[in-house]
């Protein structure tokens, strides 16, 4: 069994190592955008800190787990096999376990690959400071004590980053760090506004860099959104389509 689990690992993260695309972060924006590019054939790999994928998706607000997606993302819901109820004109009501475990599932199914427990530590710039890559690292590392957590992060080769990590933000937030965006953090809540410009605003922050689902809010200072996903589908469904026309000029 061990052969068997450190044969296939080995596999797979040799095809991870250089990929056409990373996505930080597998909550709902970030497993769309995967789904959507796996399905067109790209490589794709999610790396997520968690054990579980699906960032805020397996819940509604205040711990309910319905969770709502208003018209006319309910679409992807049909698309993915999702079942939902119609709770008034336009605005749609699922469990949120339901359609969490099917996104995670239809975005496995497409092929997209996944680094779970692993996380996101920083990014590889190289001409004219482009995002090339990203450094990762076993996520408990970061939680270990000083005296036994000197374990170096390893680096993945890529074409395209997609920043997925929700209201962390936390590519975007190592290019502020290294003097390279600004990035406000979400404002206060105003739902219907902000899912209408994260859409509008989901794509390039930065040369190789584009930023999905929560993050744009985190990236512009867009009001924060509450729970609600449709926009979230939206937006990684068109950081997917960045992502794609940026491979297909890449060659
Ligand atoms: O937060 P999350 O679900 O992001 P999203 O796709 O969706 C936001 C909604 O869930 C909700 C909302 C609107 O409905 O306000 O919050 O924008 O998923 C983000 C994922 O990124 C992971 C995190 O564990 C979660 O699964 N993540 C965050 N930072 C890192 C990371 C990191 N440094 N490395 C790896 N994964």
């Known amino acids: 069994m061990t052969r068997a689990i450190v044969s296939e690992f080995t596999r797979e993260m040799n095809e991870i190592i250089s990929t056409d695309?990373?996505?930080?972060?597998?909550?709902?924006?970030?497993?769309?955008?995967?789904?959507?590019?796996?399905?067109?054939?790209?490589?794709?790999?999610?790396?997520?800190?968690?054990?579980?994928?699906?960032?805020?998706?397996?819940?509604?607000?205040?711990?309910?787990?319905?969770?709502t997606v208003r018209a006319p993302a309910h679409k992807m819901l049909d698309e993915l096999g999702i079942r939902y109820k119609e709770f008034e004109k336009g605005l749609y009501t699922t469990p949120g376990p339901l359609a969490c475990s099917k996104l995670i599932a239809a975005a496995c199914e497409a092929g997209a690959k996944v680094l779970n427990m692993v996380a996101f530590d920083d990014v590889?710039?190289?001409?004219?400071?482009?995002?090339?890559?990203?450094?990762?690292?076993?996520?408990?590392?970061?939680?270990?004590?000083?005296?036994?957590?000197c374990v170096d992060p390893i680096s993945i080769e890529t074409k395209v980053v997609i920043d997925g990590t929700g209201h962390?933000?936390?590519?975007?937030?190592?290019?502020?760090?290294?003097?390279?965006?600004?990035?406000?953090?979400?404002?206060?809540?105003?739902?219907?506004?902000?899912?209408?410009?994260?859409?509008?605003?989901?794509?390039?922050?930065?040369?190789?860099?584009?930023v999905v689902g929560m993050s744009v809010s985190a990236t512009y200072g867009l009001p924060r959104m509450g729970p609600t996903f449709g926009s979230m589908l939206l937006s990684g469904r068109k950081g997917a389509e960045l992502a794609y026309e940026s491979l297909r000029e890449q060659g």
């Open 21 to 67: 695309v990373v996505v930080v972060g597998g909550g709902p924006s970030g497993l769309i955008a995967a789904h959507d590019l796996a399905n067109k054939g790209a490589n794709v790999v999610i790396i997520e800190k968690n054990n579980y994928l699906g960032g805020g998706f397996w819940m509604g607000g205040f711990l309910m787990n319905s969770v």
């Open 168 to 210: 962390d933000a936390s590519v975007a937030r190592k290019l502020e760090e290294r003097g390279l965006l600004k990035i406000p953090g979400c404002g206060a809540m105003w739902i219907e506004k902000s899912e209408d410009e994260v859409v509008e605003r989901t794509g390039y922050v930065h040369p190789g860099l584009i």
């Open 124 to 149: 590889v710039l190289r001409d004219k400071d482009k995002v090339s890559g990203v450094v990762i690292n076993w996520s408990p590392i970061s939680y270990l004590p000083k005296p036994v957590a």
